[in-house]
């Protein structure tokens, strides 16, 4: 499957990445309104720009092929889609016990700021390319098979 | 080809979809003594605290069996394996026939001899019958004891309390969550529960449940003398394996079913998952029993791939807990309570205020267990340092780790280009 | 601007934030290498200060609300055509400091661009234009020394070339990258020039910096420079390369003459068993052509002159400013100069220096040249915005600098993109032009003023240029 990889050689660490991404997820689509407000309300961005020292790198799910979050999930809110591959999540069906959180060796797995709910990477459904992909001014992220 | 599973939990779900990637045709039985389809088993305090409903117990969507063309059958007991017939009895007499077999019956709960134990008003929490049954008592209730500390019992005591039950906890060790947590953690929990209203018992167990002379419980005798009034008691001290199949079949067993790195039995064909088997553990480098959802599908989800022909190792698992109380949220991972005197190296950090806890265990370079209480956000990181065995080289990176930074880009080159930047196809 | 030396006030360029549209996401201050944008703690918001904007436009470029504009700082000094600010300020700089001042890049002021005075000719009536999508068109051109004259031999019934020809470096086309070192300029464009010349069939010059081993499989489209500081220069280096490009400027401590120039020359061919040309860069002095006639005469294969809009990564200001001639008068004369003294075949002339667009290759090789240099416009295609602070090492589009996480905001892949990219237009551009002259091959134009004409000259100038004035 199509998944977002990431070259820390050329991450410049702007974090536009994180700024798609939570416009992406916004009710209003509208990266001011989602800054300035919806982030108010607990809207976060799916993915984490990491930075140790001058290296950074923007990280999110990986859809991994048996996600350890799957086998962890309690809820059945996390399931893996066989067509696309995609690590889907329920938020309806999720309690907010944190265990994906804590078997995700990749530490994909945020939690809602307010909600007791998880946030993950969903690799935007309604984009044929994820946004922080798109987002990238210097193609330190890609969206392909490997 | 027929696969039969005896179970209907985690493992089981990860052995169906398992099988399911390799084998999408053959004929998929499983028998359950339950009467319900798959359900998250530890939503049950959820249920119970009544923050859940009946439409949000379920493990997998209502179509889950029969798009993986799975047969269930709920409320069946399987009394006898017949392993030289490669055929399995049901109460009743009925046999079904299998080519491979998993048994993956999971733990009953472990019910001490206590005067009083046996008859109305003393419950157990580890099925969803269970909590239906508490749930439709729950009214009545106004002082319920619960006997054990540990994740289940505490687990009980927070869903009665959040109904408006008085609950006493009552537990052997000193301290609650002796098993899976550190005492530091142990006490932020302990002293967040004693705040918000929960009575807790340490170093002392129940000695005999009194009851009325209509045979109700009226409460509990404790060994240090002390006499706790309750309508009920919750019994959570623990699960066995349900160990009598294998045992009677001439299965080989210890604590659990013995199973090899393949998770196949003593038997050829016969493979067992979950809290029943005694599989690898990654952190001891030996068998056994790790009552571990994570590796109860895990476990599964491989067995059953070997089940199909895949011939894979289990590589293990790594005993991890999550529990939250009241919003203050805890983890555990891996080793947190390690032997003295064995080069273990233990780095804390405690701001009793804001009710943060931090514990890794290191061991030469390596993470080897971490306890996070409050804070737990970087869980996740330490178990990619834990789980993926990542050396820590610099001291700056075993800061970061201290300091609560843990972060991939600190994983060597190889590894996090092997890792993170791969396919990400790991177990 | 509280502590702080009064002029420091009088800043170049203002930051305009549009507050409506900033959500103070930080994007800016991540940017920014020269501390411009930061975080103001008590007012919680992202602040400015516009003392430090050198008008690289990154910010700008980043802003995902497209809340910033830089401007110029409206703030005006009283009127004065003799004292313009440029003077006044610097003025104020050295009465502050005391030092030299420094520079980059190219020659920034009004002197007369006459790639800009001279026009192009079109075929009308008389003979047709071609054109270049439907019929071929030959860009391709050979550096290096032509014989005199070519002899011929029979061998086995055939004719065979019996002249021994000079090493040469083809070029599919008449545009290669300018010499920038690593160092000047980072390791990853060394890498995407490297592979954009590859991939375009030119050739590259490493500048004085030395190679990278990571580059040496790159050697056929590579011109290794040997400079004043022999930088990185030994045999391996002469010989990981296509071709070998002696001289900068200011002094090589072992030639103070032609013969001892005579000497290096040789001594280069022998070090790579005379296997690639050697080319002579010069800058584009007073009696450049004179040097250029000496060069070609102590053997060199390729005279490359390099005008004085040319880019440095560092120069004092008064030397980049006032120093040199404009590389077109330059390559007129020489090449005129060396047409008259009948060594023109010797050696392939390769102008360098502000070279824009394919327009002004187009004129530069009217004028003689075999083919350009570009520096300057290879850096603008990968983001270079002139700000001219490349001495700072500190360029926030990872160009002029050796920064890592600078470095790293250009991405080689992207990089050589953009660079075969803009090359392939340009060589387009070139057919168009080519074509509309009646022309079919940059051959037919070398030197062929003919096809120019000058606007707003004077005689002498026309003169120089060998061309005549519009309307004639």
């Not at chain 2, 294998?246 to 016969?270: C, P, W, Y």
């Not at chain 2, 931090?358 to 970087?378: A, Q, T």
């Not at chain 3, 601007?1 to 507050?19: A, C, E, K, S, T």
């Amino acid at each position: 499957m199509k998944r977002v990889y990431v070259n820390p050689e050329v991450c410049i660490g702007c974090k536009l990445c994180e700024l798609a991404c939570l416009t992406e997820h916004s009710q209003s689509k509208d990266l001011i309104i989602a800054y300035r407000e919806e982030r108010m309300q607990g809207l976060l961005p799916r993915n984490t720009v990491e930075e140790s020292g001058w290296i950074t790198a923007s990280l999110n799910c990986r859809h991994c092929a048996e996600p350890y979050c799957i086998q962890a999930c309690i809820s059945g809110a996390l399931t893996k889609d066989a067509e696309s591959g995609r690590v889907v999540y329920e938020e309806e069906q999720c309690v907010g016990c944190w265990s994906c959180l804590m078997a995700c060796p990749f530490g994909a797995i945020k939690r809602h700021p307010i909600k007791e709910k998880i946030v993950k990477c969903d690799l935007c459904p309604e984009r044929s390319i994820p946004a922080c992909v798109s987002a990238c001014p210097n193609q330190a992220l890609t969206f392909e098979e490997k | 080809m027929k696969y039969l599973i005896i179970g209907n939990g985690v493992s089981s779900i990860g052995a169906i979809e398992g099988i399911r990637k390799l084998d999408q045709e053959s004929e998929i039985l499983v028998i359950s003594e339950e009467e319900f389809p798959t359900y998250g088993r530890p939503l049950i305090s959820y249920y119970l605290a009544g923050k859940i409903g009946d439409d949000r117990v379920w493990l997998r969507k209502k179509d889950f069996y029969s798009k993986n063309k799975v047969t269930l059958k709920l409320q069946q007991k399987v009394t006898a394996l017949k392993l030289a017939e490669k055929r399995v009895v049901l109460q009743g007499g009925e046999e079904e026939r299998y080519d491979k077999l998993l048994i993956a019956t999971g733990g009953t709960p472990f019910c001490p001899p206590i005067e009083g134990s046996q008859g109305e008003d003393v419950y157990f929490f580890t099925t969803l019958a269970h909590a239906k049954k508490l749930d439709a008592n729950c009214a009545n209730l106004k002082k319920v004891v619960v006997i054990g500390g540990g994740l289940i019992g505490l687990k009980a005591a927070e869903s009665l309390f959040d109904r408006g039950v008085e609950v006493s906890i009552v537990e052997l060790a000193p301290r609650v969550l002796s098993a899976a947590f550190d005492d530091t953690a142990g006490n932020i929990v302990a002293k967040r529960l004693k705040e918000l209203g929960f009575n807790i018992y340490c170093n002392t167990t129940a000695k005999e449940i009194k009851r009325t002379e209509e045979g109700r419980v009226k409460g509990v005798l404790l060994q240090s003398g002390e006499f706790l009034e309750a309508d009920a008691v919750v019994i959570a001290i623990g699960v066995v394996p349900n160990l009598t199949l294998a045992k009677e079949a001439g299965l080989k067993v210890n604590r659990g079913i013995l199973v090899d790195k393949k998770l196949q039995t003593s038997e050829v064909d016969v493979y067992a998952a979950g809290d029943v088997a005694e599989a690898y553990d990654f952190l001891v480098g030996e068998n056994r029993v790790v009552p571990i959802w994570p590796n109860a599908y895990s476990q599964g989800f491989i067995s059953g791939q070997n089940m199909a022909g895949a011939n894979r190792d289990y590589t293990g698992g790594i005993p991890m807990n999550s529990i939250g109380f009241y919003g203050l949220s805890t983890i555990s991972i891996g080793l947190v309570n390690p032997p003295e005197g064995q080069g273990f190296e233990i780095s804390t950090y405690v701001d009793e205020e804001e009710e943060i806890y931090r514990k890794l265990v290191f061991k030469d370079n390596f993470l080897v267990g971490c306890v996070l209480v409050g804070d737990v956000d970087m869980a996740g990181r330490y178990a990619g340092y834990i789980r993926f065995k990542v050396p820590i080289t610099e001291d700056k990176v075993k800061a970061h780790l201290i300091n609560n930074q843990p972060t991939y880009l600190e994983w060597p080159e190889e590894m996090f280009q092997a890792q993170w930047n791969s396919a990400a196809r790991i177990r | 601007m509280l502590y702080r030396p009064i002029n420091q006030n009088y800043h170049d360029f203002i930051v305009q934030r549009d507050r409506e549209l900033c959500i103070n996401c930080r994007v800016c201050e991540r940017q920014c290498s020269y501390l411009v944008h930061y975080w103001d703690e008590n007012r919680k918001q992202v602040m400015h200060d516009n003392a430090k904007c050198v008008g690289c436009h990154r910010c700008e470029a980043l802003c995902p609300t497209g809340a910033i504009v830089i401007r110029h700082n409206p703030s005006q000094f009283r009127e004065n055509s003799h004292w313009k600010p440029w003077f006044i300020k610097n003025v104020y700089k050295q009465a502050d400091g005391g030092g030299v001042l420094l520079g980059a890049m190219g020659n920034p002021q009004p002197y007369p661009i006459y790639w800009d005075r001279l026009l192009l000719d079109a075929s009308q009536v008389t003979n047709p234009s071609i054109d270049p999508l439907r019929e071929p068109m030959e860009l391709r051109t050979y550096l290096g020394s032509k014989p005199d004259s070519l002899e011929f031999e029979e061998k086995e019934g055939k004719p065979s070339l019996k002249t021994k020809l000079s090493p040469q470096i083809k070029l599919n086309y008449p545009i290669m990258f300018s010499a920038m070192s690593y160092g000047s300029i980072n390791f990853n464009l060394h890498i995407a020039m490297a592979r954009a010349a590859t991939e375009l069939g030119i050739v590259y010059n490493t500048g004085e910096g030395g190679l990278h081993p990571d580059l040496y499989q790159y050697g056929p489209n590579t011109i290794v420079q040997v400079a004043s500081g022999r930088f990185g220069v030994h045999r391996d280096y002469l010989n990981a390369a296509e071709g070998s490009d002696a001289l900068s400027p200011a002094p090589h401590h072992d030639i103070y003459s032609i013969e001892d120039l005579r000497q290096l020359i040789y001594a280069l061919k022998e070090a790579t068993e005379y296997r690639v040309p050697v080319s002579v860069k010069i800058a584009a002095v007073h009696n450049a052509a004179a040097i250029a006639s000496g060069i070609v005469r102590a053997g060199a294969d390729i005279v490359a002159v390099d005008g004085f809009r040319g880019g440095t990564g560092a120069a004092p200001t008064m030397i980049r400013d006032n120093v040199g001639i404009p590389a077109e008068l330059a390559l007129a004369a020489i090449d005129q100069r060396l047409r008259d003294e009948g060594i023109r075949n010797r050696a392939s002339v390769v102008i360098a220096g502000g070279i824009r667009c394919s327009a002004d290759v187009v004129k530069a090789i009217a004028l003689g040249a075999d083919a350009v240099y570009i520096g300057s416009a290879a850096l603008v295609a990968v983001g270079c915005t002139m700000c001219q602070r490349c001495y700072t090492g500190k360029c926030p589009w990872g160009i002029a600098t050796n920064v890592p996480s600078l470095a790293r905001r250009q991405n080689p892949e992207i990089a050589k993109q953009k660079l075969v990219n803009l090359v392939r237009g340009w060589a387009h551009e070139i057919e168009e032009m080519l074509g509309g002259m009646g022309l079919n091959s940059i051959e037919s134009l070398r030197g062929n003023r003919e096809k120019l004409r000058a606007v707003g000259l004077n005689e002498v100038e026309l003169d120089i240029f060998g061309v005549k004035p519009a309307g004639r």
